[in-house]
T-cell receptor
């Protein structure tokens, strides 16, 4: 089955700096890669996703890049703000072929310090 | 739409008792997922259903866990008997199973404490 590794497990940045979280996946057939943000005590919520036919996607201060050859994808947050502090999870799926089953990374605790 | 609904939000029980968690997916969604989240093991998929049929239950930890989906708008996750190591937050998520649309929407979770 699919295996997703995520690094780092914790990340501390100063407000205004950029943050980068990296994930690798094992199954080359995976075709959809979402990122979820989970605030303390809340549910995971989708913040951005990318499909295997796209190399990069951007939404305001967040962007995701995908390297299919290397089987890794990254989340980039620019101009970080205190409200970006949360746990971020990457995930991968085979999509329809895999029943839309998501395999999650182990999460990155991001702390944005004032 | 109210989103994915889970009940109860919090459950405290004693070891050996039966626990039933409930989930109502978003109307129109045809895939439903049960996850367990702990500090040690992160977010684990327990079981998922497509069109009310269980597809993959390989994540169910042991026979004490069972899940059902009798119709498109309701699912249960049952633990019998419960043990302290079952303490976790249990999330239900739903999605529309379509080749071009895969987002999973999570419910608020049930925080289970087994004493």
């Amino acid at each position: 089955g699919e295996n997703v590794e995520q690094h780092p497990s914790t990340l501390s940045v100063q407000e205004g700096d950029s943050a980068v979280i990296k994930c690798t996946y094992s199954d080359s057939a995976s075709n959809y890669f979402p990122w979820y943000k989970q605030e303390l005590g809340k549910r995971p919520q989708l913040i951005i996703d990318i499909r295997s036919n796209v190399g990069e996607k951007k939404d305001q201060r967040i962007a995701v890049t995908l390297n299919k050859t290397a089987k890794h994808f990254s989340l980039h947050i620019t101009e970080t703000q205190p409200e970006d502090s949360a746990v971020y999870f990457c995930a991968a799926t085979l999509g329809e072929g895999g029943g839309n089953k998501l395999t999650f990374g182990t999460g990155t605790q991001l702390k944005v310090e004032l | 739409d109210a989103g994915v609904i889970q009940s109860p939000r919090h459950e405290v029980t004693e070891m050996g008792q039966e626990v039933t968690l409930r989930c109502k997916p978003i109307s129109g969604h045809n895939s439903l997922f049960w996850y367990r989240q702990t500090m040690m093991r992160g977010l684990e998929l327990l079981i998922y259903f497509n069109n009310n049929v269980p597809i993959d239950d390989s994540g169910m930890p042991e026979d004490r866990f069972s899940a059902k989906m009798p119709n498109a708008s309701f699912s249960t996750l049952k633990i019998q008997p419960s043990e302290p190591r079952d303490s976790a937050v249990y999330f239900c998520a739903s999605s529309f199973r379509d080749p071009g649309y895969n987002e999973q929407f999570f419910g608020p979770g049930t925080r289970l404490t087994v004493l």
